[in-house]
């Protein structure tokens, strides 16, 4: 599987997005799929992941009720829609794949142990 991250930009407060990843493969379904971001200087953090079929999600505690994550299975993409942006969500974003949960939220501290990561898409938030 290799992941292609599109739609980053800059925005101002309040504003919003829709990130994408496209995946090429034709086991994508299988795959959980989820962002990560990443801002200079700090750690990688969890975003929001989605399971393999779309019917449930999870969402880092700064992101709920602001970020929407969905997938269209027979587009092969993945999306985050953002809103109500924040000068504090400006950040690297990257997604990933892996074929459990628990496996890609683990690539917070060992990205390693995901078995996919595209390259990233930069937000920036101005205030």
């Known amino acids: 599987v290799q992941l292609q991250a599109s739609g980053g930009g800059l925005v101002q407060a309040g504003g919003s997005l829709r990130l994408s990843c496209a995946a090429s493969?034709?086991?994508?379904?299988?795959?959980?799929l989820g962002w990560f971001r990443q801002a200079p200087g700090q750690e990688r953090r969890f975003v929001a992941a989605i399971t393999g079929s779309g019917g449930s999600a999870e969402y880092g505690d700064p992101v709920k009720g602001r970020f929407t994550i969905s997938r269209d299975n027979a587009q092969n993409t993945v999306y985050l829609q953002m809103n109500s942006l924040r000068p504090e969500d400006t950040a690297l974003y990257l997604c990933?794949?892996?074929?459990?949960?628990?496996?890609?939220?683990?690539?917070?501290?060992?990205?390693?142990?995901?078995?996919?990561w595209g390259k990233g898409t930069q937000v920036t938030v101005s205030s």
């Open positions: 990933a794949a892996d074929r459990t949960m628990a496996g890609l939220r683990s690539g917070v501290k060992s990205p390693a142990a995901v078995d996919y």
């Open positions: 493969g034709r086991t994508f379904s299988r795959y959980v």
